[in-house]
């Protein structure tokens, strides 16, 4: 399990997730939301 080491060292988006890479750095990625549906198209003849 995770440390926390500091808090509020860096301002929070919604709807990002950070996390610490391999080299240390803090990442920030946009989180997966559930997809919207797409139209359907017309068949063509």
């Known amino acids: 399990m995770g440390?926390?080491?500091?808090?509020?060292?860096?301002?929070?988006k919604p709807g990002?997730?950070?996390y610490v890479d391999g080299?240390?750095?803090v990442c920030e990625a946009k989180?997966?939301?559930?997809?919207?549906k797409k139209k359907k198209k017309a068949k063509k003849k």
């Open 23 to 25: 080299k240390g750095n």
């Open 31 to 36: 989180m997966a939301r559930g997809g919207k």
């Open 3 to 12: 440390k926390i080491i500091v808090k509020n060292v860096i301002e929070r």
């Open 16 to 18: 990002f997730l950070y």
